[in-house]
């Protein structure tokens, strides 16, 4: 395979909070990714258990951000 190679972003804007993206590639293939936020507001009760997709649907409702 090719070299791995490992993309950050920090902090990602236009968002509510601080949030960080780890992106390890190994090549053109994604061999690990990571998200870390660091403000709680709640959210995060509401979508736990829940398919990850439904995410979209219901924190556009909540934050208008």
């Known amino acids: 395979m090719g070299s791995a190679r490992k ?3 920090d902090p990602v804007t236009r968002i509510e909070g601080h949030l960080k993206v780890e ?4 090549g053109n ?3 690990d ?3 870390t936020g ?3 507001r709640g959210l995060e009760i509401i979508l736990k258990g829940r398919d ?3 995410a ?3 924190t556009q409702r909540i ?3």
């Open 7 to 9: 993309i950050i972003v």
């Open 56 to 58: 979209q649907h219901i």
């Open 23 to 26: 992106v390890e590639l190994d």
């Open 52 to 54: 990850p997709r439904d």
């Open 29 to 31: 293939r994604v061999r």
């Open 33 to 35: 990714a990571k998200s």
């Open 38 to 40: 660091a403000l709680f």
């Open 63 to 65: 934050c208008g951000v």
